[in-house]
């Protein structure tokens, strides 16, 4: 088993990774501060792996939550279901909260347990490939508005994640490109080596080795782990992690949440954030073409909808949690393994962008 550590002082909490790790008890019992759990899952993980999870708490009071799956499911009147369930089962603030899932499920019950009784204990048990390596760690918790995506939200640390690689398994090919798509994204913003190593064994990734998947989660939570014990509250460059997020996010939005998975809309924002970065002079077209073939290789979509041009584009950026001053901001590439901090965008050549980066 791998143990990396989130360094943020007493709030500091380790990422376990490894194999058949849901089913050890011994992982979960230090970070249960009370008889009193609450499991928070979904539908479709609840027959593959609750009961698994369930064994290792036999020896407390253990009550769940089953929510519907969907990302149009992430939002404040589901996460009531949450308050309803500690509530009726009159858990206190020491009760601890488990959520079992990906990346809406993570977000989701943390900031239940952000929110209830100004704070209870969480653990996370990311159970795709992408709450595995970005989601679960850093404590980012919130839901979905119909204006905005993850516009509601806490900073909020768990109490440890345990990233079990075999849950994996019964992910759909789809989803693990998706997930692909946010460890693309750490080699593109601080890690050149680790890209070139992705370039090299992005089939083995597809092929779900283990080994290959092992040493990409491990990477990525080292990278994500380095950031988040920097700068944990965004105030400078833990906004790097949103290379091609706020067009991501537009993309999200526009499309309708749920058609476009999060790690798509990521593989598409990274290319215009390329394609806006080579129009800066900085990006070479080689780069961008490096950029775009890693996408396309993960079976990942590199070019926006349609339906969106770049008026809408522009609406829907201008809702955006780095914006400032009612100005876009965009986090760029200088080069591959170096971001920009976020910088308000050049109208014109972001315009470009949008009008022709991917267009026919
Ligand atoms: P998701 O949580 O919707 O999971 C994807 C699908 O896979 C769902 O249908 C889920 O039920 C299913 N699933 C999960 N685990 C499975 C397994 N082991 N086997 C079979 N099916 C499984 O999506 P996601 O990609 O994990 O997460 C996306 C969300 O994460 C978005 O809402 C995004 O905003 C958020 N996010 C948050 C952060 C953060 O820092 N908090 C970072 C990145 C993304
Ligand atoms: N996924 C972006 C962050 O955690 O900051």
Redesign the pocket.
């Given at each position: 088993m791998i143990n990396l550590q989130v360094a943020l002082g007493n709030r500091s909490y380790p990422i376990y990774i490894g194999s058949g790790l849901i089913s050890h008890a011994d992982l979960y019992s230090p970070h249960i501060k009370s008889n009193q759990v609450l499991l928070v899952t979904?539908e479709?993980?609840a027959p593959?792996?609750l009961t698994s999870v369930l064994n290792c708490l036999h020896e407390y009071n253990c009550e769940q939550v089953v929510l519907p799956?969907?990302?149009q499911f992430?939002t404040l009147e589901v996460v009531t279901k949450v308050f309803d369930k500690l509530l009726s089962s009159r858990f206190g603030r020491n009760a601890t909260l488990i959520a079992l899932?990906?990346?809406?499920?993570?977000?989701m019950g943390g900031f239940a347990a952000a929110c209830y009784q100004r704070g209870m204990p969480f653990l996370q048990i990311p159970?795709?490939l992408?709450?595995q390596v970005?989601?679960s760690v850093?404590g980012?918790?919130g839901v979905n508005h119909p204006l905005g995506?993850?516009m509601i939200g806490a900073f909020y640390q768990p109490q440890c994640v345990i990233a079990d690689a075999d849950?994996?398994d019964?992910?759909?090919d789809r989803?693990l490109s998706?997930?692909l798509a946010?460890v693309i994204k750490y080699g593109l913003i601080r890690d050149a080596e680790f890209f070139t190593w992705l370039e090299q064994n992005i089939e083995a990734l597809l092929n779900r080795d283990k080994q290959a998947l092992a040493f990409a989660i491990e990477r990525s939570c080292i990278n994500k782990a380095e950031v988040v014990s920097e700068d944990e509250t965004e105030t400078g460059i833990r906004a790097t992690l949103n290379l091609g997020h706020t067009f991501g996010h537009a993309i999200e939005t526009g499309a309708g949440y749920g058609k476009y998975?999060?790690?798509e809309a990521v593989a598409i924002g990274t290319c215009q954030a390329a394609d806006l970065s080579r129009r800066k002079g900085w990006l070479t077209d080689a780069d961008v073409e490096r950029i775009i073939t890693l996408f396309k290789k993960a079976k990942l979509p590199v070019n926006p909808p349609e339906e969106l041009d770049a008026e809408r584009f522009l609406e829907l950026m201008s809702v955006d949690k780095k914006n400032s001053e009612g100005k876009i901001r965009l986090i760029l590439l200088e080069q591959i393994g170096r971001a920009t901090l976020p910088m308000k965008a050049n109208q014109d050549l972001l315009e470009m962008t949008l009008r022709c980066y991917g267009r026919k």
């Amino acid at each position: 088993m791998i143990n990396l550590q989130v360094a943020l002082g007493n709030r500091s909490y380790p990422i376990y990774i490894g194999s058949g790790l849901i089913s050890h008890a011994d992982l979960y019992s230090p970070h249960i501060k009370s008889n009193q759990v609450l499991l928070v899952t979904n539908e479709t993980i609840a027959p593959l792996y609750l009961t698994s999870v369930l064994n290792c708490l036999h020896e407390y009071n253990c009550e769940q939550v089953v929510l519907p799956d969907g990302e149009q499911f992430k939002t404040l009147e589901v996460v009531t279901k949450v308050f309803d369930k500690l509530l009726s089962s009159r858990f206190g603030r020491n009760a601890t909260l488990i959520a079992l899932g990906g990346g809406v499920i993570g977000d989701m019950g943390g900031f239940a347990a952000a929110c209830y009784q100004r704070g209870m204990p969480f653990l996370q048990i990311p159970t795709t490939l992408l709450a595995q390596v970005d989601s679960s760690v850093g404590g980012k918790t919130g839901v979905n508005h119909p204006l905005g995506k993850n516009m509601i939200g806490a900073f909020y640390q768990p109490q440890c994640v345990i990233a079990d690689a075999d849950v994996l398994d019964t992910l759909d090919d789809r989803q693990l490109s998706a997930g692909l798509a946010e460890v693309i994204k750490y080699g593109l913003i601080r890690d050149a080596e680790f890209f070139t190593w992705l370039e090299q064994n992005i089939e083995a990734l597809l092929n779900r080795d283990k080994q290959a998947l092992a040493f990409a989660i491990e990477r990525s939570c080292i990278n994500k782990a380095e950031v988040v014990s920097e700068d944990e509250t965004e105030t400078g460059i833990r906004a790097t992690l949103n290379l091609g997020h706020t067009f991501g996010h537009a993309i999200e939005t526009g499309a309708g949440y749920g058609k476009y998975l999060h790690g798509e809309a990521v593989a598409i924002g990274t290319c215009q954030a390329a394609d806006l970065s080579r129009r800066k002079g900085w990006l070479t077209d080689a780069d961008v073409e490096r950029i775009i073939t890693l996408f396309k290789k993960a079976k990942l979509p590199v070019n926006p909808p349609e339906e969106l041009d770049a008026e809408r584009f522009l609406e829907l950026m201008s809702v955006d949690k780095k914006n400032s001053e009612g100005k876009i901001r965009l986090i760029l590439l200088e080069q591959i393994g170096r971001a920009t901090l976020p910088m308000k965008a050049n109208q014109d050549l972001l315009e470009m962008t949008l009008r022709c980066y991917g267009r026919k």
